[in-house]
């Protein structure tokens, strides 16, 4: 079986932003990810921007006209059979983040060894740094988790799943080992402490929140491995220096066999 490259990043929605989208089409024109997983991309213009940046990505998932639900694009070079957005409950207390219309991308995707579900998402962020249970942004991702559960269940179980993006959760939270329980899914990173958020000096020791999480199809094997990627400075096209994002890029490979 060939393996599938499939990458996830937050694109970051503030700053300069089509110089690094133009950035990132460069480098994913140069790339092999047959899947690419964005949030924050938020604008159509923006997908375009990337689009023509990046035209080997001939499919594509989003949903919504000029504002993109959830900021979720999802990149193919394979067709994308069918997509849908699943919205999260608007819960909490009221913030910017509702205009984002927070959810998940579910998109089928036709790969030369079959059908594949992908779930592109981007959680609420928690405001507080405080991943306990009894936080009240905690109570929001659970909702939320709650509602991509059932999505994931509503996938034929003869189809892989993979569920990516910035879930806003550290690994080691109890919300996020509760949702890969019941969602029947396995962490491709799980024990590596590596953050996903870039490091500041407000925040010099962020937790990994970007993930990619998968479930086979039954009766068979998804052998995953993922790495983080686009760690460092990238030349824009006037010259200057640049991070990417915020976040770092999540990619992995993963290979189905009977």
């Known amino acids: 079986m060939k393996a599938l490259r499939l990458l996830t990043m937050n694109a970051l929605f503030t700053g300069d932003v089509p110089a690094r989208l133009h950035a990132l089409g460069g480098a994913l024109a140069a790339s092999d990810y047959d899947v690419v997983c964005l949030q924050e991309v938020m604008f159509r213009r923006n997908v375009r921007l990337i689009r023509r940046a990046a035209p080997a990505y001939r499919y594509v998932a989003c949903s919504g006209t000029a504002l993109i639900k959830g900021g979720l694009v999802l990149l193919s070079r394979w067709p994308i059979s069918r997509s849908r957005f699943v919205r999260y409950p608007m819960t909490g207390p009221v913030r910017g983040e509702f205009f984002m219309r927070k959810g998940a991308q579910v998109a089928s995707i036709a790969t030369p ?76 990173l799980s024990g590596d402490t590596r953050p996903t958020y870039r490091p500041t000096p407000r925040w010099p020791s962020p937790p990994a929140l970007d993930h990619v999480l998968v479930r086979p199809a039954a009766g068979q094997t998804l052998t995953a491995e993922a790495d983080l990627v686009f760690q460092d400075k990238v030349t824009l096209a006037d010259g200057r220096q640049a991070y990417l994002s915020d976040h770092y890029g999540v990619r992995a490979r993963l290979i189905r066999s009977a």
């Open 113 to 188: 060894d079959g059908e594949l579900v992908v779930l592109n998402t981007h959680l609420s962020a928690n405001r507080d740094d405080d991943w306990s249970p009894a936080n009240r942004y905690t109570r929001i991702a659970e909702a939320e988790l709650a509602r991509l559960t059932e999505a994931i269940a509503a996938v034929d179980p003869s189809v892989p799943v993979a569920v990516v993006g910035d879930l806003n959760l550290p690994r080691d939270s109890a919300a996020l080992a509760g949702f890969i329980a019941a969602a029947g899914l396995r962490d491709v």
